[in-house]
């Protein structure tokens, strides 16, 4: 069955790099017109251009920090009248070391981005899908969304919140004729993980490439699966989370783990 099938558009925010422009990449290969979010407007514009110029269809840019006042209200009222049938909801952030260390501004800002704003998106397209009874609606967890994380204490707990609404959805949405799909990476070859402090070759784990990541969301969204988790590694980490291990025990191998792992200055 083809994924053209949702409509005409679909919509991608935090497009600029990593899984969301590899989103815009593969769905453009599919057929869709594009609606694309981010802050940078100069690698949005660059996409755009690209995708136009080699897949043949029609790229709308939308610049924006999803967390400023009104944000999500403007992108309402913009993508009013575009008939938007898939929606993926990739933006976010991270913060990471000692949770005394890192500012309150940050912890609040990546809540805002993590948690709200993908909330707030999803009410408002959930109710225009469910409309016309047809649409999908893709949300970005982690695989730290299976287990308490130290030193990655409020971005796992983020993911957490995410990975338990999006299946929450996934039920309620279906009997509206609207598919909702979890997707929960491992460590992704990004500009994200480049920005933490951590040498993650003394980690237990292995870097996937965006487009593989994209490759298997979608074709969990092809079989109306609720959650996916990318990669065999990645889905043992949370297999054990779930079932062979305590809560408390996960926790504390994880937190053992990353603080091996981490540059000292910032634990």
Do not use: C, W
């Amino acid at each position: 069955m083809s994924l053209k099938k949702y409509g005409e558009y679909a919509l991608v925010t935090g497009a600029s790099s990593g899984i969301g422009r590899e989103f815009a990449i593969a769905l453009a290969k599919e057929g869709y017109k594009l609606v694309l979010i981010a802050r940078r407007k100069k690698e949005l514009d660059n996409l755009a251009q690209e995708l136009q110029e080699t897949k043949g269809v029609e790229v709308i840019v939308y610049s924006a920090d999803l967390t400023e006042l009104h944000a999500i209200e403007e992108i309402a009222s913009f993508t009013q009248n575009i008939d938007i049938g898939l929606v993926v909801l990739n933006a976010g952030m991270q913060t990471h070391g000692s949770f005394v260390k890192t500012s309150f501004e940050d912890q609040t800002k990546m809540l805002e981005l993590n948690v709200i704003v993908p909330m707030k998106m999803a009410h408002i397209f959930a109710k225009r899908l469910t409309e016309k009874d047809l649409g999908a609606i893709i949300f970005l967890a982690s695989t730290f969304a299976y287990q308490a994380v130290p030193y990655f204490s409020n971005y796992a707990a983020s993911k957490s919140y995410i990975l338990s609404f999006a299946e929450a959805l996934h039920v309620e949405l279906s009997l509206k004729g609207v598919d909702v799909l979890a997707l929960s990476p491992g460590l992704t070859k990004t500009e994200m993980p480049e920005s933490i402090a951590m040498d993650f070759s003394k980690m237990p784990i292995s870097v996937m490439e965006p487009s593989d990541v994209v490759q298997v969301a979608l074709k969990a969204l092809q079989d109306k699966k609720s959650s996916i988790i990318p990669g065999g590694r990645n889905k043992m980490m949370a297999f054990m989370a779930q079932h062979l291990m305590p809560r408390a025990s996960i926790a504390a191998m994880f937190g053992n783990m990353n603080m091996k792992a981490m540059n000292p200055k910032v634990l």
